[in-house]
């Protein structure tokens, strides 16, 4: 789980939305603003909201694009007071500042699974100069003197009170990270755009020297540590915002023991507590489960410096979540039926040991209330389970109180109180360990029922044993959530395709600025996000027209509209900037837009992105080069050239600059192939396929054997069969390449990926990250048999029919990580859409860029798609500036 993902799930029950769009609930703050944030601009004074940010800026004031900055934290108890004082302040001595503008946001802050390198702050003050700063720091540390707050990691802290500095970019100035994207920048002694460097942890650069009032305090922070703890940590474990847990050696004794860290004031659970609060809940609750083998011994608890540990026994084995992905039998395509049958006996055992834990643990008179695959450990020989992690257990005799911290595969519904939260969790266990998809429920608990179908008809168990965890999960479902029968298969072409379109439909928001298809979260962290070809606006309107759905020139009309001026910082990249809604809007038949958007992209720094498909040089190149196919005159000149420029960096990338520390078709090495063989088919230069063949050695070299050896792209500790990152994509343009040119090593990497894209269960639906873009791919394919291809076909159809979750009674999906739905092409029901229409439409789906798939087979489901008109060009004069990567703005 991409814990991040969960802030977005707070305004929108359907959708990931922006926090700041929250409204307030039963359990979590009000969101009324605080008194600063409603009250009238002073004069003198300008305003800007900026996310979560609402900022100040006084009339006339040029504030430096970089120096030191000062962040205050406080608490929910104080802050309006912190607010109030600090405000004045900066309005008194006309100093620029921001601040989270209300109570929820700073909730969602300083929550367990919020960003530690953005935890704890809250106001932001940029002083007009460094010889200004010790004067600021010294009233405001005197002002808030006895104050607290979350610490800030990413800071150096003023003595013991709120307030902190560190040094960083004021203006929104970008530059390439170490992964090729773009990151806010600051410059160098030579100018030099370089990563302004944002983490956990107090990062100033080489070059800046302290001011030297600030040398105690940073003495005081290198003192700062675990001297005199009586541990010895040996391996971080994982971390939240709330703190660390690791792995120690008792130095008085030699045992191997857990440690859990909690950080005062952060890491806020639902109904506010922070870590220090749960931690100390945990210690109580394993106190009176004491003696219990399924749970943990407590060895002690202490402090240091500030932060609240708790030590406790080490169990030896592994985590239900990481067993249960290790002996997974429907990780190859078609697994036996005695392998099946023996996970389903297995299943059932595991869970009757967790469930009888669970038990004991309530006749100790506790709910345990976040109950999950990675909080249950499982011994080496399987014949033991343990419960880990208490902070959020609370008495049985609470039968009124409800959830404050959960999984989103395992939170109860808000119905569910006292011990039915743990019935309802152990209810979604069963079936997570046949078929782990229960964060479905998270949107819709609907799907239960379909749930335990494909799971009993996959593993051959009896329906009837999964009856009643369906039940204790589907009771109390609103009608509403219920699919009705109307509902088409995906594989019900043209009636599906309709029934997705309809649904994309349902969810225009032609009224906000931001996007107008709810999509991932990366709509609201970039810019461009709500319009771009991955997650916004091009995407969807792409997918439409690829399927032959009926168009919606609403859409249209909205994207031109919000590129009549480009926003500063706006990237030029094909999937997350203006090459590619330059190239979607001239598709779709709007010419003048289009060309006054691939101008602009042509008149950037192309030299300074990254090489790759998604964000750089070859999506670049490759849009621009068919732009300027169906330009004249000095746009067909202006448009050819930038592309030649983008296409000789990306070059380099491969035989001079540092290779992308990313694998696959859009973020490595995979998609600046693709630029070079498409460049091939132009001028017949066979250069140009030596270089698509080093380009796609790299990625395959960063490729290893999987289950049943099939060849996967290696992604940190997972290997991904995917289109986006995986192994998927490297496979579609290896076919691109091997039209063009035998080579054996390809040859046989290109049978090794089959099996890796035809296994049986995918748990994301998505196009880049999930089983539709393995559809698209088997759909391309002219390798092996096409009656092999076709099962695999089917078999991810079923999948993506289990994995839908229908919208206002029609066809859709959830995005990335399951939690919310999305009508975006790179996670979402556009992109399920696109896949399926390079199965069944006439003229073959498929993406940018990529000729087309070689014949339908004559026994594939053949239809006609309805006929789709096509809006005009767009109208009216655009506001262009000449520079959109590198501007002044304000930046947190």
Same mark, same amino acid.
């Not at 808000?414 to 479905?440: F, H, K, M, N």
């Not at 461009?528 to 969807?540: L, N, R, Y």
């Given at each position: 789980?991409?814990?991040?993902?969960?802030?977005?799930?707070?305004?929108?029950?359907?959708?990931?939305?922006?926090?700041?769009?929250?409204?307030?609930?039963?359990?979590?703050?009000?969101?009324?603003?605080?008194?600063?944030?409603?009250?009238?601009?002073?004069?003198?004074?300008?305003?800007?909201?900026?996310?979560?940010?609402?900022?100040?800026?006084?009339?006339?004031?040029?504030?430096?694009?970089?120096g030191w900055k000062i962040h205050v934290s406080a608490a929910a108890d104080n802050a309006a007071s912190v607010l109030r004082r600090v405000h004045d302040y900066c309005l008194t001595h006309r100093l620029p500042h921001k601040f989270v503008p209300s109570p929820r946001?700073?909730?969602?802050?300083?929550?367990?699974?919020?960003?530690?390198?953005?935890?704890?702050?809250?106001?932001?003050?940029?002083?007009?100069?460094?010889?200004?700063?010790?004067?600021?720091?010294?009233?405001?540390?005197?002002?808030?003197?006895?104050?607290?707050?979350?610490?800030?990691?990413?800071?150096?802290?003023?003595?013991?009170? #709120?307030?902190?500095?560190?040094?960083?970019?004021?203006?929104?100035?970008?530059?390439?990270?170490?992964?090729?994207?773009?990151?806010?920048?600051?410059?160098?002694?030579?100018?030099?755009?370089?990563?302004?460097?944002?983490?956990?942890?107090?990062?100033?650069?080489?070059?800046?020297? +302290?001011?030297?009032?600030?040398? #105690?305090? !940073?003495?005081?922070?290198?003192?700062?540590?675990?001297?005199?703890?009586?541990?010895?940590?040996?391996?971080?474990?994982?971390?939240?915002?709330?703190?660390?847990?690791?792995?120690?050696?008792?130095?008085?004794?030699?045992?191997?023991?857990?440690?859990?860290?909690?950080?005062?004031?952060?890491?806020?659970?639902?109904?506010?507590?922070?870590?220090?609060?749960?931690?100390?809940?945990?210690?109580?609750?394993?106190?009176?489960?004491?003696?219990?083998?399924?749970?943990?011994?407590?060895?002690?608890?202490?402090?240091?410096?500030?932060?609240?540990?708790?030590?406790?026994?080490?169990?030896?084995?592994?985590?239900?979540?990481?067993?249960?992905?290790?002996?997974?039998?429907?990780?190859?395509?078609?697994?036996?039926?005695?392998?099946?049958?023996?996970? %389903?006996?297995?299943?059932?055992?595991?869970?009757?040991?967790?469930?009888?834990?669970?038990?004991?643990?309530?006749?100790?008179?506790?709910?345990?209330?976040?109950?999950?695959?990675?909080?249950?450990?499982? &011994?080496?020989?399987?014949?033991?389970?343990?419960?880990?992690?208490?902070?959020?257990?609370?008495?049985?005799?609470?039968?009124?109180?409800?959830?404050?911290?959960?999984?989103?595969?395992?939170?109860?519904?808000?119905?569910?109180?006292?011990?039915?939260?743990?019935?309802?969790?152990?209810?979604?266990?069963? !079936? %997570?360990?046949?078929?782990?998809?229960?964060?479905?429920?998270?949107?819709?608990?609907?799907?239960?029922?379909?749930?335990?179908?494909?799971?009993?008809?996959?593993?051959?168990?009896?329906?009837?044993?999964?009856?009643?965890?369906?039940?204790?999960?589907?009771?109390?479902?609103?009608?509403?959530?219920?699919?009705?029968?109307?509902?088409?298969?995906?594989?019900?072409?043209?009636?599906?395709?309709?029934?997705?379109?309809?649904?994309?439909?349902?969810?225009?928001?032609?009224?906000?600025?931001?996007?107008?298809?709810?999509?991932?979260?990366?709509?609201?962290? &970039?810019?461009?996000?709500?319009?771009?070809?991955?997650?916004?606006?091009?995407?969807?309107?792409y997918a439409l027209r690829e399927t032959g759905a009926p168009p919606s020139p609403e859409a249209e009309e909205w994207l031109l509209a919000r590129t009549k001026t480009v926003e500063p910082g706006t990237p030029p990249g094909f999937h997350d900037g203006l090459a590619?809604?330059?190239?979607?809007?001239?598709?779709?038949?709007?010419?003048?837009?289009?060309?006054?958007?691939?101008?602009?992209?042509?008149?950037?720094?192309?030299?300074?992105?990254?090489?790759?498909?998604?964000?750089?040089?070859?999506?670049?190149?490759?849009?621009?080069?068919?732009?300027?196919?169906? %330009?004249?005159?000095?746009?067909?000149?202006?448009?050819?050239?930038?592309?030649?420029?983008?296409?000789?960096?990306?070059?380099?990338?491969?035989?001079?600059?540092?290779?992308?520390?990313?694998?696959?078709?859009?973020?490595?090495?995979?998609?600046?192939?693709?630029?070079?063989?498409?460049?091939?088919?132009?001028?017949?230069?066979?250069?140009?396929?030596? !270089?698509?063949?080093?380009?796609?050695?790299?990625?395959?070299?960063?490729?290893?054997?999987?289950?049943?050896?099939?060849?996967?792209?290696?992604?940190?500790?997972?290997?991904? +069969?995917?289109?986006?990152?995986?192994?998927?994509?490297?496979?579609?343009?290896?076919?691109?390449?091997?039209?063009?040119?035998?080579?054996?090593?390809?040859?046989?990497?290109?049978?090794?990926?089959?099996?890796?894209?035809?296994?049986?269960?995918?748990?994301?639906?998505?196009?880049?990250?999930?089983?539709?873009?393995?559809?698209?791919?088997?759909?391309?394919?002219?390798?092996?048999? +096409?009656?092999?291809?076709?099962?695999?076909?089917?078999?991810?159809?079923?999948?993506?029919?289990?994995?839908?979750? #229908?919208?206002?009674?029609?066809?859709?999906? +959830?995005?990335?990580?399951?939690?919310?739905?999305?009508?975006?092409?790179?996670?979402?029901? %556009?992109?399920?859409?696109?896949?399926?229409?390079?199965?069944?439409?006439?003229?073959?789906?498929?993406?940018?860029?990529?000729?087309?798939?070689?014949?339908? #087979?004559?026994?594939?489901p053949r239809t006609s798609p309805s006929p789709s008109g096509r809006s005009a060009s767009g109208t009216g004069t655009s506001r262009m500036p000449s520079k959109v990567f590198v501007v002044p703005n304000s930046s947190s």
């Amino acid at each position: 789980m991409n814990p991040e993902y969960g802030v977005y799930c707070q305004a929108d029950g359907d959708f990931y939305d922006a926090p700041h769009r929250a409204r307030s609930t039963a359990t979590a703050p009000d969101a009324s603003l605080f008194a600063p944030a409603g009250a009238a601009v002073p004069e003198g004074w300008e305003t800007h909201p900026d996310g979560d940010w609402l900022g100040f800026h006084p009339a006339g004031t040029e504030l430096p694009a970089q120096g030191w900055k000062i962040h205050v934290s406080a608490a929910a108890d104080n802050a309006a007071s912190v607010l109030r004082r600090v405000h004045d302040y900066c309005l008194t001595h006309r100093l620029p500042h921001k601040f989270v503008p209300s109570p929820r946001l700073l909730h969602i802050r300083n929550a367990k699974y919020a960003d530690r390198a953005g935890s704890g702050k809250f106001i932001t003050v940029y002083p007009l100069g460094d010889e200004t700063l010790q004067q600021v720091c010294d009233d405001l540390t005197a002002l808030l003197d006895g104050e607290h707050g979350p610490y800030v990691l990413s800071d150096l802290r003023l003595g013991d009170g #709120p307030v902190y500095v560190r040094y960083g970019a004021f203006a929104a100035r970008y530059c390439l990270g170490p992964d090729g994207r773009p990151v806010v920048a600051i410059a160098d002694p030579d100018g030099t755009l370089v990563p302004d460097p944002r983490g956990p942890s107090l990062k100033t650069p080489a070059w800046v020297t +302290p001011p030297a009032f600030l040398r #105690p305090h !940073l003495e005081a922070r290198a003192a700062l540590g675990t001297t005199g703890m009586p541990y010895a940590i040996e391996a971080a474990l994982h971390f939240s915002n709330g703190g660390g847990v690791y792995r120690a050696r008792d130095t008085r004794t030699g045992a191997t023991v857990v440690l859990k860290e909690a950080r005062p004031h952060a890491g806020l659970a639902a109904d506010g507590a922070d870590a220090v609060t749960r931690l100390e809940c945990e210690r109580t609750a394993l106190e009176q489960l004491a003696g219990l083998d399924c749970v943990p011994a407590v060895h002690e608890a202490f402090d240091i410096g500030g932060h609240h540990f708790l030590a406790l026994e080490h169990i030896p084995g592994h985590t239900l979540n990481t067993l249960l992905a290790r002996r997974f039998p429907l990780n190859v395509p078609e697994p036996s039926a005695e392998a099946a049958a023996e996970h %389903a006996d297995w299943a059932a055992r595991i869970h009757g040991l967790v469930e009888d834990a669970v038990r004991r643990v309530h006749d100790r008179g506790l709910v345990f209330s976040d109950l999950h695959m990675n909080n249950i450990m499982v &011994t080496e020989d399987e014949t033991r389970v343990v419960l880990l992690d208490f902070e959020a257990a609370f008495p049985t005799t609470d039968t009124d109180r409800r959830q404050t911290v959960a999984n989103p595969a395992f939170v109860a519904p808000a119905d569910r109180t006292g011990s039915d939260i743990d019935r309802y969790a152990l209810a979604c266990l069963r !079936l %997570a360990l046949l078929l782990p998809l229960t964060t479905l429920f998270f949107v819709d608990r609907g799907r239960a029922p379909r749930l335990a179908r494909d799971a009993a008809r996959l593993f051959g168990t009896d329906e009837a044993a999964l009856a009643p965890a369906v039940r204790e999960i589907v009771r109390g479902t609103p009608a509403e959530h219920t699919p009705g029968p109307d509902v088409p298969e995906p594989g019900d072409w043209p009636r599906s395709r309709d029934s997705m379109a309809r649904a994309i439909a349902a969810s225009f928001t032609p009224e906000r600025d931001d996007r107008c298809f709810p999509g991932d979260i990366t709509q609201f962290t &970039t810019r461009a996000g709500g319009q771009c070809f991955a997650t916004g606006a091009a995407g969807v309107l792409y997918a439409l027209r690829e399927t032959g759905a009926p168009p919606s020139p609403e859409a249209e009309e909205w994207l031109l509209a919000r590129t009549k001026t480009v926003e500063p910082g706006t990237p030029p990249g094909f999937h997350d900037g203006l090459a590619g809604i330059a190239w979607t809007l001239h598709r779709i038949g709007h010419h003048d837009r289009a060309a006054e958007l691939a101008r602009l992209v042509a008149e950037q720094p192309l030299e300074r992105f990254s090489a790759d498909l998604h964000s750089g040089q070859a999506g670049i190149a490759l849009a621009l080069d068919d732009l300027a196919g169906d %330009a004249s005159g000095t746009d067909a000149r202006i448009l050819k050239a930038a592309a030649d420029r983008c296409a000789a960096h990306a070059a380099r990338s491969l035989t001079e600059g540092r290779p992308s520390p990313r694998t696959g078709l859009l973020h490595g090495a995979t998609g600046i192939a693709l630029l070079f063989i498409r460049r091939y088919e132009t001028t017949g230069d066979p250069a140009l396929l030596d !270089l698509a063949a080093a380009a796609l050695s790299r990625d395959l070299d960063r490729c290893k054997p999987g289950a049943g050896d099939a060849l996967l792209v290696v992604e940190g500790k997972r290997l991904m +069969p995917y289109l986006g990152a995986g192994s998927a994509g490297l496979a579609l343009v290896l076919d691109e390449y091997l039209a063009h040119r035998t080579d054996e090593r390809f040859e046989a990497a290109r049978r090794a990926i089959t099996p890796g894209v035809c296994s049986a269960f995918y748990v994301q639906p998505g196009l880049f990250r999930g089983v539709a873009g393995l559809v698209l791919q088997l759909a391309r394919s002219p390798l092996g048999d +096409p009656a092999d291809r076709r099962r695999a076909i089917t078999r991810h159809l079923r999948l993506l029919g289990l994995e839908a979750t #229908p919208y206002q009674g029609e066809l859709a999906f +959830p995005g990335e990580q399951l939690m919310r739905r999305s009508m975006d092409l790179a996670t979402g029901t %556009a992109g399920v859409l696109l896949a399926l229409g390079s199965v069944y439409a006439d003229t073959p789906a498929t993406l940018p860029f990529l000729t087309p798939r070689p014949p339908r #087979p004559t026994d594939r489901p053949r239809t006609s798609p309805s006929p789709s008109g096509r809006s005009a060009s767009g109208t009216g004069t655009s506001r262009m500036p000449s520079k959109v990567f590198v501007v002044p703005n304000s930046s947190s």
